[in-house]
């Protein structure tokens, strides 16, 4: 009876561990997709100090054209004003969670003047988070154009 019992038990807390996770998963996935809204409304607005939270400090980003750029060198050029958004959509967005990591990809279509040009992009983009000190970051994004 007593090894019945702690069968019973055993499987009770398995179970609950496992909703646990699932709920776990839930709430991260919904609060990367929040991030990549948040991202787009930072593009629309300009607001460096949003992508401060975004993106990780080692935060690499690699464009269409194949340029790799730093966070630091993102944020400069928003603050230079070199990059201005008129739209900023992100969707189909597929979220896989990896424990503290996770791969983010859509697609993406997007308005913006760059050093007085008008640019007109629709991309495929993967973007790769590690949760730090609690918090999802954002370590690298890629882009690639639909043609």
Do not use: H
Request: charged content about 25%.
């Amino acid at each position: 009876m007593k090894i019945i019992a702690c069968s019973i038990v055993s499987l009770l807390v398995m179970c609950a561990v496992t909703v646990a996770a699932e709920k776990s998963a839930g709430g991260d996935e919904a609060a990367l997709r929040a991030i990549e809204a948040k991202w787009d409304a930072a593009s629309l607005k300009g607001d460096t100090a949003a992508f401060g939270t975004i993106y990780a400090d080692t935060f690499i980003s690699t464009d269409t054209d194949g340029k790799v750029r730093t966070k630091t060198e993102l944020l400069a050029r928003m603050k230079a004003g070199e990059i201005k958004y008129l739209s900023a959509k992100a969707e189909d967005i597929k979220v896989a969670l990896y424990g503290d990591a996770a791969v983010v990809n859509g697609r993406w279509a997007g308005k913006w003047v760059e050093k007085g040009k008008n640019i007109d992009s629709t991309e495929r983009f993967t973007d790769f988070f590690v949760r730090q000190n609690g918090q999802w970051r954002c370590v690298a994004s890629q882009g690639s154009p639909i043609k």
